[in-house]
């Protein structure tokens, strides 16, 4: 059973502090990187994820391609992951595309944000939770009409990798991981992929600072 912890402070402070795990290809040049794509990310909630990068990616001022139109061309060539990044398979799609990088992730682990409701009895004081998802649990308030009550919401918490691969070479050009923690699972996804975005700031032209 997982040990409740009631919070007095504001509750933004709750959302985790963290820095993605990065990796950078020495040899990639990011300066001939244009135009990139976002295929849906392996896992559960890979779309969201997948469009949560998407959209972090236009705010910074990267050109991307529609992810349908992306999905629709992998459809018609009979792809998959694992053929977009051998070589030959990777340029005919950025051929296609006219895009020269793709990202890709995977979305490792999700935990959604849950409310519960406790009540004190009088006569035991103390309150017991047996099943909670996310890591910190933090007050609401009471529930009206409800004596002696209280409201407890855990965060959601989100996991993802993600990796820049050139079309040309099918090479990874960056990678990245990272795990957050969130008042809901689209917030935690939203600001990893702004976290992964920043990552790439220094290193590609195209972004804008």
Request: aromatic residues 8%; proline residues 3%.
């Amino acid at each position: 059973m997982n040990k409740i912890i009631l919070l007095s402070f504001p509750l933004f402070y709750l959302i985790s502090c963290a820095t993605p795990k990065t990796a950078v290809n020495p040899r990639a040049d990011f300066s001939k990187i244009k135009r990139v794509a976002v295929l849906s990310f392996q896992g559960s909630k890979g779309e969201v994820a997948a469009d949560m990068l998407t959209q972090s990616l236009l705010q910074y001022g990267a050109d991307v391609v529609e992810r349908q139109r992306l999905e629709d061309v992998l459809r018609e060539q009979n792809l998959n992951m694992d053929n977009m990044l051998s070589p030959a398979t990777a340029r005919k799609v950025g051929k296609i595309l006219g895009v020269d990088a793709v990202f890709v992730g995977s979305v490792i682990d999700v935990k959604n944000n849950s409310t519960y409701i406790a009540q004190t009895n009088a006569s035991n004081p103390q309150n017991t939770i047996n099943k909670i998802s996310g890591k910190t649990i933090y007050s609401g308030g009471s529930v009206a009409g409800l004596a002696d009550s209280q409201i407890l919401s855990t965060t959601a918490e989100v996991a993802l990798s993600a990796r820049m691969v050139d079309v040309e070479t099918a090479s990874v050009m960056w990678s990245a991981y990272m795990s957050y923690e969130g008042f809901d699972m689209a917030s935690a996804m939203s600001s990893i992929s702004e976290f992964f975005i920043k990552s790439l700031v220094p290193i590609w032209p195209e972004l804008k600072k």
